[in-house]
Structures are given as C-alpha cells and as structure tokens.
C-alpha cells in the first residue's frame, strides 16, 4: 500500500472520526452499527484510494461510504424499528448524490457528548465513552488512564453503546434542568482528552497535538453553545493557559523543561491574553466552579512572563480551594508540591505524607514530587528510591531522563 495514502487515509480518520460517528449515530440510533460502517469505509478506501488517488474530499467519500454501509447492515438485518431511519438514509444519501460538491453535513459532536452522559449508562463509563465516540480514542489506551484491564474496558464501552440502542437514547443536548449534572460530565471528558494529547512528549506528537485542538474545538463548541455557564468558559481558558506553553516544554535539543524552569519567552502571548479574558468573564458570573480554579491557578503562573517571579502564596491558596471543590489525588499531590516551594520542603511532605497509600502506589507524580521534596530536605536515600519509582512508573522517556538527571546529580553529590 502507498505509504502516503495510509497517512491520508489515517489523518482523514482521526480528523473526522468524532464528527461523521455522531452524524452517523444521529440518524440510525445505533453507535456501535455507525462505528463499524465507519470502519469499513476506512478499510474500503485503504482499497481503492492507492489506485484511484484521493477524493477531493475524502471526509466526504467516507461519510457516503459509511451511510452506505448502514443502510446495507439495516436492510439485512431486517428490523422493522429501523425502517424509519433506513428510508432517511437512502433519500439523504440519494440528494447527496446529486450535489458534485460533495457532502454538507453539521458537526454534532456536543450532542453525541451528552448522549453519553445520559442517567441511563453507568457513570463510570461516561468520560470513556465519550473518548472513545467522539474522539475515536481506543479502548487499551483509556484502560491504562483509568486503571482497568483492556478487556474491562471493552465490556463496559460495548454494554453503553447498547444501552443507546436499546433504551433509544437521543443525540441531543438536555434541557436545563437536566444541565448541570449532565454537564460536569462533558467538561471532565473533554479535559481527560485534553490530558491525553499534553501527555505525548514521545514520537507522537502530530497524533497528541491533533487530540489536544480536538479537544479545544470541543471546547469552543461548547461555549458557543452554552455562553453563561461559567465552567464551560473555565474550561476552555484553561486548556489555553497549558496550550501556551506547548512548545516551550522542550528545549533546543528536546529534553523536557518542567513549567517553573520554562523559558517565557517561548510562551504563545495572543493565547494567554485570550485565557486571560475568558477567566474575567468566567468571574463575572459569581459562580466559581473547579475548571475557573484550575485556570486561576494557570493564571497566577502565566504571571511570571511579565513578573518574573511565581507567586506560590497565591497558588497555594488556590490549591486549598480547589482540594475543598475536587479532593482529588492530582489536586492533592500538586497542592502539596506548591506548598512545598511556599512553605518549605517539610511542609510539602507533611501533606503528601496524608494521602492514603491505596490511591498514590502507582501514581506516578506523587513519586517525582516527593523524590524531589525529600532531596531538599537532605533525606537523600529515600529520595534515591523516590526517583527510581517515579522513573519506573513514567511512560514517558523525556521525563524519564530529565527524572534519571535529578537522581544521578544527587547520588553524585552524596559521593
């Protein structure tokens, strides 16, 4: 196969996966049927594009492909419930037919999200379901940031979507009353895909940078669409606070720069500034939620491009409202990180020292901030074990080196 198709074939997919399966799901009612009919466009022209070339629009040959392919599994199965959606198919994909220009078709990627986060599916499954719909993100990936096995994760993926099915969930946005619960979950899930594209420092970066401005549309959807809820405007602001200092969390020869050693300079100024304002109008509304408080705290450090200094008093205060809002182990290594470099290394470790050992074993921040609080306080051995932990539990082989750094200049000045 021509190497350079697959790649067009590949970006295609993961460009437009989200989009064509909500469109697709929206007419049949059936995620899991829209997910394979979608599949076999891809194979189809992985068939035929080499010999062909690439469509002019390639979004557009998958999506009638895949509308194809569902009208074909409906017709076959023979379900009468279907008819309705199977007829809609066949007269959508004949007007499409006649226009030359290929197909115009509306982006519900916001409805599939709160289809996802319907009372009727299990809680538990809400932010991977929605990863995996709406940003095709697999299921063994999203089993390693949930801490379940791959197979776990399928089977809860495949019991949702045939809940959607079976119960006739609709892709729609709630009313609002039914807003606010239904909402937190989306937010959370657009994060955690946020999450993931920051996380790729290693080879994969045009694929993790593709899922972090996933995640930013989303984001911006959201918004558009939801203009006076203050965490979808804290949301968005802070994934642009992190978003800022992307290329400056490597240096020249690539190494890993941690955020309070960045070079300022090599910050993005018009995203900050667009932060900024997005936080202030976020204040306005009188209703602060964690999403502002994570943004606030991304804006007390975008503060030292023209102070040159962090405030970590201001950051530490930050920490203790957000624990209170979302106790969560992320919140909580970070808050004791902070007071760390506030109050004093000791301080720091009294309140890692709290976290319940079940919940930071295999978490690996928890070992690189502690590593680094028991070197400052000159327990030297323990720090030595800290670090090989943080190291063996890190995926990432940038924060590998720059974690081995810290632990060979300390084992050398022990010597």
Not at 8 to 18: C, D, I, K
Not at 52 to 59: A, F, L, T, V
Request: charged share 25%; net charge neutral; with cysteine.
């Amino acid at each position: 196969m021509n190497h350079d198709v697959g790649r067009a074939t590949e970006r295609v997919a993961r460009q437009s996966y989200g989009k064509l399966i909500a469109f697709l799901a929206a007419r049949s009612g059936d995620v899991p049927a829209a997910e394979d009919a979608l599949s076999e466009a891809l194979a189809a022209a992985l068939r035929t594009w080499p010999a062909r070339g690439i469509p002019d629009n390639p979004e557009a040959w998958l999506l009638v492909a895949a509308r194809r392919n569902l009208f074909g599994a409906a017709r076959h199965a023979n379900v009468k419930a279907a008819a309705r959606d199977t007829i809609a198919l066949a007269f959508e994909e004949a007007e499409e037919r006649m226009n030359a220009d290929g197909p115009t078709f509306p982006d519900e990627r916001l409805k599939l999200l709160f289809t996802c986060t319907h009372p009727a599916i299990d809680r538990s499954v809400h932010t991977p379901l929605m990863l995996q719909t709406v940003l095709g993100i697999d299921a063994r990936t999203m089993a390693q940031a949930f801490i379940v096995s791959p197979e776990t994760m399928s089977q809860r993926l495949v019991r949702a979507k045939t809940k959607i099915r079976e119960a006739h969930i609709p892709l729609s946005v709630p009313d609002r009353s039914a807003l606010p619960e239904r909402l937190t979950s989306v937010l959370s899930a657009i994060y955690a895909a946020y999450g993931l594209g920051w996380d790729g420092l290693d080879g994969e970066d045009d694929k993790r940078n593709s899922l972090a401005d996933e995640a930013i549309w989303l984001g911006r959807a959201l918004l558009a669409t939801m203009p006076q809820e203050p965490e979808v405007t804290g949301l968005l602001s802070l994934m642009l606070y992190c978003e800022a200092r992307r290329t400056a969390r490597r240096d020249a020869d690539g190494r890993y720069v941690p955020l309070a050693d960045q070079d300022t300079a090599r910050w993005n100024a018009i995203m900050m500034a667009e932060a900024d304002s997005l936080l202030w109008q976020a204040g306005a509304f009188d209703r602060f939620g964690p999403f502002q408080c994570q943004a606030a705290i991304q804006s007390v450090h975008s503060e030292r491009r023209r102070s040159g200094v962090t405030d970590w008093t201001a950051l530490a205060k930050l920490y203790d409202a957000l624990v209170l809002m979302k106790p969560t182990v992320g919140a909580r290594v970070s808050q004791a990180a902070v007071i760390g470099r506030a109050q004093g290394a000791a301080a720091g470790l009294h309140k890692l020292n709290q976290l319940a050992e079940r919940d930071i074993l295999s978490y690996q921040p928890y070992w690189a901030v502690r590593a680094h609080l028991l070197a400052e306080t000159g327990e030297t051995e323990s720090a030595v074990t800290a670090y090989r932990t943080a190291i063996g539990l890190s995926n990432s082989s940038a924060v590998r080196e720059f974690l081995q750094a810290r632990l060979d200049t300390i084992q050398a000045d022990r010597n």
